[in-house]
């Protein structure tokens, strides 16, 4: 594959890529560049995860990336993640490496590893214990948003201002060349650049998807980043603190239905319109194209071949805001069909992650 094809790749999709020389010198000068995405095993995962970022991890793949997926059991521990018990964060893992592995990211194509793992290095905690000590009090709690905690947050557990050491560490300790994430990570991704070259390791290239909105159109309550912006997109992003916004990868296909058709979606408006952006971020880069059927009285079946063709459609009126719903409730229950395959015939790690959550 040629260096214009691995970089297209690389980047196609993403919000932001720091720094786009550093990534086509890197992808010149490395056959095979060291990545990887590190998870909380926080319980059902939602089709940001799964589709967004889930997509871009295959495109590093092809693009011949070395990738590994880690499965932050310590860094759930930290968060208080399924009740801050680690029997149950590890069936969380198990559950996620499950989902991923049923959208084609194989253990023959990624390397899964849990963060329990990768603690048990012997250089591990000395590596965090330097990068708190080239770091002040005040950058580490700036990064506290990569666990989901507001800025303006309060008094905190000391184990939380671990966390973003930690997650820095985790870079340097797997020798990456890039740290991918959602616009979400970038924080601690700036302070993992940071530090690097004062610790003598390797400056990572980062490269970050967008946040995919929940369907409600509902913000959490706090401040999570200077620029607004991305202090928007993480508030309004899918989350498990607004269920009924959040598509599971577990969800049945009329459930799936009817959470669409719950969506706020105002007509012929873009901006803030979480269902264009579903389709924007999920639809197209799945399956290139949208597929909306509709009764000849309201103009017919119609497949739209680009967003952009999707855009001038929808604000010019030409679509209806329940015929968009619709047509992406159906694109996303096929993009799901083979996790539901999966899950069909093994249960085992969904059914323990399910009664977690029952009896918590």
Not at 4 to 26: D, G, H, M, V
Request: net charge neutral; charged share 25%.
């Amino acid at each position: 594959m040629d260096l214009e094809k691995r970089y297209e790749l690389c980047a196609r999709n993403l919000q932001e890529i720091i720094t786009p020389s550093e990534l086509k010198t890197l992808l010149e000068t490395t056959e095979h560049p060291k990545g990887y995405v590190g998870f909380e095993c926080s319980g059902l995962m939602h089709i940001g995860t799964a589709l967004v970022v889930g997509r871009k991890m295959l495109d590093w793949v092809e693009a011949g990336f070395k990738f590994t997926i880690l499965l932050a059991d310590w860094h759930s521990w930290i968060n208080n993640k399924l009740g801050g018990v680690m029997e149950n964060i590890r069936v969380g893992g198990e559950y996620f490496k499950d989902c991923f592995k049923a959208l084609g990211l194989t253990e023959d194509r990624v390397r899964y590893l849990w963060a329990s793992e990768l603690v048990d290095g012997s250089d591990y905690w000395a590596i965090v214990v330097r990068v708190m000590k080239n770091s002040t009090l005040r950058r580490i709690k700036r990064a506290l948003p990569i666990m989901g905690r507001s800025l303006d947050v309060g008094d905190v557990e000391a184990a939380w201002l671990l966390y973003p050491a930690m997650q820095a560490s985790d870079i340097f300790a797997m020798d990456l060349d890039c740290a991918c994430g959602g616009m979400d990570q970038r924080k601690v991704h700036m302070l993992a650049r940071d530090v690097a070259p004062k610790l003598g390791f390797k400056t990572p290239v980062c490269l970050h998807s967008p946040l995919l909105p929940g369907l409600r159109g509902e913000a959490v309550s706090g401040v999570f980043d200077e620029d607004e912006a991305v202090n928007r997109s993480i508030r309004t992003k899918m989350s498990k603190s607004i269920a009924q916004g959040a598509i599971w990868v577990n969800d049945e296909p009329d459930v799936i239905r009817e959470k669409y058709r719950m969506a706020y979606c105002p007509p012929r408006q873009v901006e803030g319109n979480p269902v264009m952006e579903h389709a924007r971020l999920i639809v197209f880069p799945h399956l290139g194209v949208l597929d909306i059927d509709r009764p000849s009285k309201y103009g017919g079946p119609i497949t739209v071949e680009s967003y952009a063709e999707l855009e001038k459609l929808y604000t010019s009126g030409g679509l209806h805001p329940l015929d968009l719903k619709n047509a992406v409730a159906e694109a996303v229950i096929k993009i799901l069909e083979p996790v539901r395959r999966y899950f069909k015939n093994h249960p085992e790690n969904l059914e323990r992650l399910k009664e977690l959550q029952i009896t918590r």
